[in-house]
């Protein structure tokens, strides 16, 4: 059973920076894919980011040039960092892991951004 736990989030002024963590606790993390989504209040759940086993990245339009997503396989962990954040990246963020023994997610970390 794989658990994902993001950390991170918190309360940031516009125009500021976080950076999200999501460990991930299985034993094939370097055969995931992973990425990050997000959801606002009344919003559909949308991809923000992913990155592949080989570290290709993709990144929502909404986000592009602000956020950057990365993994370490030794520590086993993604990351997503995020700058010049709006007020419109409010949200709940959650990780999501996809491999060989099915998707997973985690509990979600929330960031609010103040304007």
């Known amino acids: 059973q794989v658990q994902l736990v993001e950390s991170g989030g918190g309360l940031v002024q516009a125009g500021g920076s976080l950076r999200l963590s999501c460990l991930h606790s299985g034993t094939f993390f370097r055969l995931n894919a992973m990425a990050w989504y997000r959801q606002a209040p009344g919003k559909q759940r949308e991809r923000v980011a992913g990155?592949?086993?080989?570290?290709?990245?993709d990144y929502a339009d909404s986000v592009k040039g602000r956020f950057t997503i990365s993994r370490d396989n030794a520590k086993m962990s993604v990351y997503l960092q995020m700058t010049s954040l709006k007020p419109e990246d409010t949200a709940v963020y959650y990780c999501?892991?996809?491999?060989?023994?099915?998707?997973?997610w985690g509990q979600g970390t929330q960031v609010t951004v103040s304007s």
């Open positions: 990155i592949s086993r080989g570290s290709n990245t």
């Open positions: 999501q892991s996809s491999g060989p023994t099915g998707d997973y």
